[in-house]
Nanobody, 129 residues
Framework: QVQLVESGGGWVQAGGSLRLSCAAS????????MGWFRQTPGKEREFVAA???????????DYADSVKGRFTISRDNAKNTVLLQIHSVKTKCTAVYYC???????????????????WGKGTLVPVSS
């Protein structure tokens, strides 16, 4: 049973930067596609970014159109962590960010519509003006 714990959430100013972390345990982290999702008040949870489980120095990644060029997802398999570097936070983007894991390779995860197998409880990122 995989456990995912997000950290790094907190207040950030519009236009600022923030790094979120997700620590995984209870599974084979290097074999999981890892992803980040977010949910804003009154809206459905939406996909943000995902990174492949394929071993190597670099990994394929997928991003939502709304965050391309501003967010960067990365992973450190040795530490069982996945990171989300957020830059240029926009106004009206206060959200709860969720870490998630999927047992399938990224391509299969994308095809499934990002129906992830495991979810963290989320971390709040309030955006101030």
């Amino acid at each position: 049973q995989v456990q995912l714990v997000e950290s790094g959430g907190g207040w950030v100013q519009a236009g600022g930067s923030l790094r979120l972390s997700c620590a995984a345990s209870g599974g084979t982290f290097s074999k999981y596609t890892m992803g980040w999702f977010r949910q804003t008040p009154g809206k459905e949870r939406e996909f943000v970014a995902a990174i492949d489980w394929t071993a190597g120095i670099t990994y394929r990644a997928d991003y939502a159109d709304s965050v391309k060029g501003r967010f960067t997802i990365s992973r450190d398999n040795a530490k069982n962590t996945v990171l989300l570097q957020i830059h240029s936070v926009k106004t009206k983007c206060t959200a709860v960010y969720y870490c998630a894991a999927d047992r399938s390779p990224l391509r299969a995860t994308m095809t499934s519509g990002y129906t992830m197998d495991y979810w963290g409880k989320g971390t709040l990122v309030p955006v101030s003006s």
